[in-house]
Each structure stands twice: as C-alpha cells, then as structure tokens.
C-alpha cells in the first residue's frame, strides 16, 4: 500500500521568512496530494492540492510543487506570519480504485516573531 | 450548518464499555470517511462510506470496531469493549463524491479510555 513519509517533523522560521516541508510517496497509482493545516484541538484544514497533471499550484503565499518522477512533493510557505504556526500534513490518495488519503506524519511549524 | 459536525467533542469511559461517536456531514456530500489519529500522529484511515455502504473498511483494526450511514447522511462509529489503546481523537470527514474532490474534516471527538 502507499506510504508517505514527511520532513521535517518540527521547523522554526523568523516571521517573514518562507518554510518549506516535503513529502515523498511509494504509490506511484496516487494521484491526489493534498496539504492539511491543523490547529491545537481543531480537524485538519485543507489548504492546497495538487493534481498529477500538473507541477506546480500556487494561492498567495502558499504554493506547492510535484515531481512524479521522483514521488516527492512539497509546501512552500512564503512571507510567513505567526498565525501560520500550525502542525502541517501532507496526503495522497489514488483516484481510482482506493478512496481514503494515506496522510505524512505531520510537520510542526513555529512562526517566530 | 456549514461544516462536518461531529459528537461528543469529548468522550471519557471506562475500559470494556462500549461507545458511539457521531459525524454528521456536509449536506450533499455523498462520500464520508473516519480517521483516527494517535498523539503526534497524522491521521489513519479507518472506513469510507459512498451513500449507506461502507466502500472500503480495510483501516477498521479488529472486530470491535463498526460503523454504519443508514440514510446516506449522519454515520455512527461504534467502538464495543473498548481497551485503552482505542483512546484517540476520531476524525470525520465528507467530500461530494469520493474521487477527485476535496475532503473536509469535522473538529474530532477525542475518546478517552480509562
């Protein structure tokens, strides 16, 4: 089955920098990659996506890049802020065949200010 | 309401009991899936129902473990006998329908078992 393994686990930025995580897939089937933000005590937030057909999508500060070829993608985070301190997931899922998202182990962003 | 929407938010019982968590999901949305998620952990997939069948239940861990969606809407995740490992937040989550669409997540009920 699909695993997806992310890094770093824990990453701390000056406010105003950028923050990059990364993520790498074994099921080279999957062709959905979303990312989640999850605040303290709240359910993962979805807040960008990738589809295969394309390398790369970005939405103001968030962006996001895929390389099928290697399996891996990332997050890029730019200008960061504080209220971006969150823990951040990445996922994957087939679009065929099995429906559920096999998420990373999730990534501890700290904006410091 | 606007959102997946999940009950209790909390949960507390006591080690054999047995427990229902419930999710109601977006209106409309026709597929709706459970996670669990361990401390520090992201989440793991339990079940994804499309409409009032369970699609794919390959994530639940052992037969104490059942859910079911009636009516194609509200799901309950029912846990019997539950054992302290079961303690976790339980995670809901809804899309239109099950491929090539979003899933929205619900708040969570966080189970505890003591």
């Known amino acids: 089955g699909e695993n997806v393994e992310q890094h770093p686990s824990t990453l701390s930025v000056q406010e105003g920098d950028s923050a990059v995580i990364k993520c790498t897939y074994s099921?080279?089937?999957?062709?959905?990659f979303p990312w989640y933000k999850q605040e303290l005590g709240k359910g993962p937030q979805l807040i960008i996506d990738?589809?295969?057909?394309?390398g790369e999508k970005k939405d103001q500060r968030i962006a996001v890049t895929l390389n099928k070829t290697a399996k891996h993608f990332s997050l890029h985070i730019t200008e960061t802020q504080p209220e971006d301190s969150a823990v951040y997931f990445c996922?994957?899922?087939?679009?065929?065949?099995?429906?559920?998202?096999?998420f990373g182990q999730g990534t501890r962003l700290t904006i410091n200010p | 309401g606007a959102g997946v929407s999940q009950t209790p938010s909390n949960k507390v019982t006591e080690k054999g009991k047995y427990v229902e968590l419930r999710c109601d999901p977006i209106?409309?949305?026709?597929?709706l899936y459970w996670y669990r998620q361990s401390l520090g952990q992201g989440p793991e997939f339990l079940i994804y129902?499309?409409?009032?069948?369970?699609?794919?239940d390959s994530g639940l861990p052992n037969d104490r473990f059942f859910a079911v969606r009636p009516e194609g809407s509200v799901s309950t995740l029912k846990i019997q006998r539950t054992e302290r490992g079961d303690s976790a937040v339980y995670l809901c989550?809804?899309?239109?329908?099950?491929?090539?669409?979003?899933?929205?997540f619900g708040q969570g009920t966080r189970l505890t078992v003591v």
């Open positions: 989550a809804s899309s239109p329908t099950g491929a090539r669409t979003e899933a929205f």
């Open positions: 099921d080279s089937a999957s062709n959905y």
């Open positions: 990738i589809r295969s057909n394309v």
């Open positions: 996922a994957a899922r087939r679009n065929q065949g099995a429906q559920k998202l096999v």
């Open positions: 209106s409309g949305h026709t597929a």
């Open positions: 129902f499309q409409g009032t069948g369970a699609a794919d």
